[in-house]
């Protein structure tokens, strides 16, 4: 795996809040998402399955598409179609 951009919010926040979440799952939903949307903000929102958990995540992105900052389970993640 390439190394994973993060800020420093989702290092010393997310991931201690999350103890579920892996740098190895953000990476996929933002590799192979089942959907991306782009925030009004510019930040980028990517879903995914992640079949170790049973449960759809949302990792969100900087503007660049590649920095993490900020993925939890999203419970009402409904698919492609919404």
């Given at each position: 795996?390439?190394s994973?951009k993060t ?6 926040q ?13 990476q996929?939903?933002i ?12 930040r980028i929102r990517?879903?995914t399955?992640?079949s ?5 995540i949302?990792?969100?992105t900087l503007e660049?598409?590649e ?5 939890f ?6 698919g492609?179609?919404?």
């Amino acid at each position: 795996m390439a190394s994973l951009k993060t800020t420093r919010y989702f290092e010393e926040q997310v991931l201690r809040k999350r103890p579920y979440l892996r740098k190895e799952y953000c990476q996929r939903a933002i590799q192979q998402p089942l959907r991306r949307e782009v925030q009004q903000d510019g930040r980028i929102r990517h879903w995914t399955f992640i079949s170790e958990i049973g449960k759809h995540i949302r990792v969100v992105t900087l503007e660049d598409g590649e920095t993490v900052h900020n993925a939890f389970a999203d419970r009402d993640f409904k698919g492609v179609g919404r």
